[in-house]
Nanobody
Framework: EVQLQASGGGLVQAGGSLRLSCAVS????????IGWFRQAPGREREAVSC????????YAARSVRGRFAISRDGAKHTVDLQMNSLKPEDTAVYYC??????????????????WGQGTEVTVSS
């Protein structure tokens, strides 16, 4: 069974950077698309950035474009999310998930069926 372990969250000041890592085990990374999602207090979970296992196509939410970058390392079985120029509104619990969404809908939660436990990111102003 595929398992995901998210790490790298923490407390950072606005303008700072964090790098989240999602370690994938129990499956072949190339067989899955990996998505980073986040849920802020009182808000619905939303897709932040995703990467296709098929061809490396990526998706990034408009609110993080130009600041966040997703990358995949097949040798290490990890998918990282580099987060720069962090803002207080980026505060949330970040989850990584694995699945097989259709390429045109990488951001759709329904395509992901293995979820990690979440890592908390707090950005202070």
């Amino acid at each position: 069974e595929v398992q995901l372990q998210a790490s790298g969250g923490g407390l950072v000041q606005a303008g700072g950077s964090l790098r989240l890592s999602c370690a994938v085990s129990g499956g072949t990374l190339a067989d899955y698309s990996i998505g980073w999602f986040r849920q802020a207090p009182g808000r619905e979970r939303e897709a932040v950035s995703c990467i296709s296992g098929y061809d490396g196509t990526t998706y990034a939410a408009r609110s993080v474009r130009g600041r966040f970058a997703i990358s995949r390392d097949g040798a290490k079985h990890t998918v990282d999310l580099q987060m720069n120029s962090l803002k207080p509104e980026d505060t949330a619990v970040y989850y990584c998930a694995a699945g097989t969404p259709i390429l045109s809908s990488l951001r759709q939660e329904s395509g992901y069926f293995h979820w990690g436990q979440g890592t908390e990111v707090t950005v202070s102003s």
